[in-house]
């Protein structure tokens, strides 16, 4: 996605992968309360209010919008903060 020119990713996880990129920031998000618990220094947005009943989606929608609104305004995500960036590039053809 970020060869093809995408300038933000939204990863989501259920279960918690600290990675990001050297060239685009990583929001990471989950609906997970476990996880976005265990693993609150590297997600970025906690979605589990919908999840719980407290919040509706499209409130949770908003508050996800206006994070990435801020990220590609400037804001550091955890990632980014903490110097995380993975690049890997697979091959194409693993036989040759």
Same mark, same amino acid.
Do not use: Q, W
């Given at each position: 996605?970020?060869?093809? !020119?995408?300038?933000?990713?939204?990863?989501?996880? !259920?279960? !918690?992968?600290?990675?990001?990129?050297?060239?685009?920031?990583?929001?990471?998000?989950?609906?997970?309360?476990?996880?976005?618990?265990?693993?609150?220094?590297?997600? $970025?947005?906690?979605?589990?209010?919908?999840?719980?009943?407290?919040?509706?989606?499209? $409130?949770?929608?908003?508050?996800?919008? $206006?994070?990435?609104? $801020?990220?590609?305004?400037?804001?550091?995500?955890?990632?980014?903060?903490?110097?995380?960036?993975?690049?890997?590039?697979?091959?194409?053809?693993?036989?040759?």
């Amino acid at each position: 996605m970020v060869a093809g !020119g995408c300038n933000a990713v939204i990863f989501t996880t !259920g279960r !918690g992968t600290p990675t990001s990129n050297a060239i685009v920031p990583v929001l990471k998000v989950t609906a997970n309360a476990k996880t976005y618990h265990a693993m609150e220094d590297n997600m $970025d947005v906690d979605l589990s209010a919908i999840i719980s009943g407290e919040k509706t989606y499209k $409130d949770m929608g908003r508050e996800l919008v $206006d994070v990435i609104h $801020d990220v590609c305004n400037g804001k550091l995500t955890k990632a980014e903060a903490y110097g995380f960036s993975d690049v890997a590039v697979d091959h194409v053809c693993r036989f040759v």
